[in-house]
């Protein structure tokens, strides 16, 4: 009858799946003839059609020889459990999809939209890219740990925005951080500036500006702060300005007021 390659060829497969096919049980592989050639009987050639058939519908190589020995019940039942599992690999690949698409989103990546809105409204006021970006890495650390609040917190944040201390801090960290000076004399008021809004947050944590703000836990603004520390070597000087105006972080969302503050 046929040789392993005009199987191959009339069956729509390559000489090597068959094969493969053979290495993994599926396919029997005949004796050879007087000539040295496998001969492949009319037998073989539906057998490989139906596992073709099989494959290409997505059903794996180890559950195929199973099908094929199946009645006709039980190869309902298989072919309903992996139908199954291609509906449940098809949401997962969809998922992956949006992920894919969003790399050429930005800060919708990690971020949902009451984050990247914020964002936007930093741009537009006027802050840097790079104290956005420094901004959008702090708050993926936020999403991970509160996201279920996120949208409580946001809003608090937008409200924020319209007190005229907060907006003048991003526009002159902005100044700072585009610089080159790596101790910036602005700094200073960099310092008083987060010093005085601290104190607002600490002394009105129930006003409506602060509605939002999430329950006390070191980590994440532990992290917070060694995210801006790593990002640019003069957040650890303001921190340190910070300590001497009397407070432990510059967390207006944490507050902590040292016992004494160092000399």
């Known amino acids: 009858m046929l040789t392993i390659s005009q199987l191959a060829s009339y069956t729509g497969v390559t000489v090597r799946a068959v094969r493969h096919y053979h290495q993994i049980g599926l396919l029997p592989e005949p004796e050879r003839d007087a000539s040295g050639y496998r001969r492949y009987s009319a037998t073989a050639v539906v057998s490989l059609i139906r596992i073709r058939t099989l494959a290409n519908a997505g059903v794996p190589l180890s559950q195929i020889g199973e099908l094929l020995e199946a009645d006709a019940s039980d190869f309902a039942e298989a072919v309903q459990r992996i139908d199954s599992h291609l509906c449940d690999e098809i949401e997962r690949l969809e998922a992956s999809r949006k992920q894919i698409a969003q790399l050429a989103a930005g800060d919708s990546l990690t971020l949902p939209p009451e984050v990247t809105s914020y964002l936007d409204r930093l741009r537009q006021i006027g802050v840097s890219e790079r104290v956005v970006e420094g901004e959008r890495d702090g708050w993926i650390l936020v999403v991970a740990r509160w996201p279920e609040r996120i949208h409580e917190i946001m809003r608090a944040k937008h409200a ?12 002159l960290g ?5 610089g080159d000076a790596d101790d910036d004399p602005r700094l200073e008021e960099l310092a008083d500036i987060l010093a005085d809004l601290v104190e607002q947050a600490y002394t009105s944590s129930s006003s409506e500006s602060n509605r939002g703000e999430v329950a006390p836990d070191d980590v994440p603004f532990d ?17 340190d300005l910070m300590r001497k105006r009397g407070w432990a972080t510059w967390t207006r969302t944490r507050p902590e007021r040292l016992a004494k503050p160092p000399t």
């Open 174 to 178: 902005s100044e700072i951080l585009d």
């Open 160 to 171: 924020q925005l319209a007190n005229p201390q907060l907006v003048r801090l991003y526009l």
């Open 223 to 239: 992290l917070l702060d060694a995210l801006a520390v790593e990002a640019d070597p003069r957040a650890q000087r303001l921190l």
